[in-house]
């Protein structure tokens, strides 16, 4: 089992830049591939970026790539997620995952304001 807490969201101005974190419980952290999914309101939940559990290989949303960076600290047992020149259409309560498993943790509001 696998508990995740994300932080870091809040309120930022369009072309802001807000870091979120997420913290993951157990031992066997680096076996699994993390990601940041995003809903935004009236909306499906959306893939945005991905990291291999050693962090070799990173994948994002067309939407976000150039502009959100993943990262993870497997000594912290945390994956990061820098969002830079954010924009309206970014706000959304976004989600942390561990695969295998499909593990949720709880989200984080973001809201851009223009």
């Known amino acids: 089992q696998v508990q995740l807490v994300e932080s870091g969201g809040g309120l930022v101005q369009a072309g802001g830049s807000l870091r979120l974190s997420c913290a993951a419980s157990?031992?066997?952290?680096?076996?699994?591939?993390m990601g940041w999914f995003r809903q935004a309101p009236g909306k499906e939940r959306e893939f945005a970026a991905a990291i291999s559990g050693l962090g070799r290989t990173t994948r994002y949303a067309d939407s976000v790539k150039g502009r959100f960076t993943i990262s993870r600290d497997n000594a912290k047992n945390t994956v990061y997620l820098q969002m830079n020149s954010l924009k309206p259409e970014d706000t959304a309560v976004y989600y942390c995952?561990?695969?295998?498993?499909?593990?949720w943790g709880q989200g984080t509001q973001v809201t851009v304001s223009s």
């Open positions: 995952n561990a695969a295998p498993g499909s593990w």
């Open positions: 157990g031992r066997t952290f680096s076996t699994y591939t």
